[in-house]
């Protein structure tokens, strides 16, 4: 287990390393959700509309960012690294675990860029239930990174299907979990779509939490969602880089 956890702190810090000398990829990554704030907020009725708006964009910014990270390793397949990593010593979950757990940093720096500015325009920052709100996603950009990982690692030398797959699920996970318009009012079908949507607990949780609502009933489902994400994708993540040759 010490190995592993050592082997993991490796392949993050392998990661995390081009993040920090070059983080205008962070910002450029946030270019959309900044775009959606900027078009979508001025059509919201009113300005607490913000308590609602903002904290599914931050969702919205963690679903763009962990789910394209895999084309990453979809490069470093093509340039041989991946292989030359698979014959180290590092233990093959650590590679993938690795990478997943640096998938946080980012979401964190984003979140708060985007927090900073809509704080100006009348969003009300409770940092208890932000920060709470924030490990849940955590735990939900981990999952997320691991499953692009894990479609970047079936798609070897078939980049179209990681693009095909990434952009076909990328909307309908999106407009589902309600981040730009509720679904409440919609008909029947649609809402239950919504419900088998881990993504739509984890947006009312994190909606609660940074309106301050701590003790919310939404709190506790969108932890489990956000726990059933992280544990799905890391299994299926570790057991394919296992599988990988």
């Known amino acids: 287990m010490t190995s592993l956890v050592t082997d993991v702190g490796v392949v993050f810090s392998r990661e995390l390393r081009p993040v920090v000398r070059d983080p205008f990829s962070v910002i450029f990554s946030m270019i959309q959700p900044l775009f959606f704030l900027g078009l979508f907020a001025p059509l919201l009725p009113d300005d607490s509309s913000l308590q609602w708006f903002v904290p599914g964009v931050i969702v919205m910014s963690c679903l763009f960012g962990s789910s394209m990270t895999g084309s990453n390793l979809l490069f470093e397949m093509q340039t041989g690294s991946h292989e030359r990593m698979l014959v180290t010593p590092l233990r093959r979950p650590a590679l993938l675990i690795g990478r997943a757990l640096k998938e946080i940093v980012p979401m964190l720096l984003q979140a708060v860029l985007i927090v900073a500015v809509c704080i100006p325009f009348g969003f009300e920052l409770h940092l208890a239930g932000a920060l709470l709100g924030l490990l849940i996603l955590a735990a939900f950009c981990v999952g997320l ?21 990434q952009q076909t ?9 309600g981040v730009l318009l509720p679904i409440e009012n919609g008909p029947g079908w649609l809402q239950a779509l919504s419900r088998a949507n881990p993504m739509t607990y984890v947006v009312n949780a994190e909606r609660a939490l940074f309106d301050g609502d701590v003790l919310a009933r939404t709190t506790l489902w969108g932890l489990i969602a956000a726990a059933f994400v992280g544990a799905a994708g890391l299994i299926t993540g570790v057991r394919t880089m296992q599988r990988s040759e």
Request: hydrophobic share 65%.
């Open 145 to 165: 990174g691991a499953l692009s990982y894990t479609l970047a690692l079936l798609s070897k030398n078939r980049d179209w299907l990681f693009w095909t797959v």
């Open 169 to 177: 699920l990328l909307f309908p996970l999106l407009l589902l979990a």
